[in-house]
């Protein structure tokens, strides 16, 4: 079995930046990928940005040019650097990873960006 265990969300004011974190425990054999979703109150969970085995990133439109994700290998984690924060990216951000083939996702930490 494996745990994702995300960390770092909070409040903060428009513009400002926080960064979440995401650490993935138990047998893992390999990790395909590791990102991150989020679900705003009443819509659909979508997909943010995810990084692959291969060093290769992908992110949402809206999110491009001020989210940034990375990874540590070596301690299976994922981080996402999130600057220029609008109001429309509060939700709660669930890490999301692939490994040994199989989906698992954290229990999500809030992120709200409000005055």
């Known amino acids: 079995q494996v745990q994702l265990v995300e960390s770092g969300g909070g409040l903060v004011q428009p513009g400002g930046s926080l960064r979440l974190s995401c650490a993935a425990a138990g047998s893992i054999s390999s990790i395909n990928a590791m990102g991150w979703y989020r679900q705003a109150p009443g819509k659909q969970r979508d997909s943010v940005a995810h990084?692959?085995?291969?060093?290769?990133?992908s992110y949402a439109d809206s999110v491009k040019g001020r989210f940034t994700i990375s990874r540590d290998n070596a301690k299976n984690t994922v981080s996402l650097q999130m600057n220029s924060l609008k109001p429309e990216d509060t939700a709660v951000y669930y890490c999301h990873g692939i490994v040994d083939g199989r989906d698992y996702w954290g229990k999500g930490t809030l992120v709200t960006v409000s005055s």
């Open positions: 990084i692959f085995s291969g060093g290769s990133t």
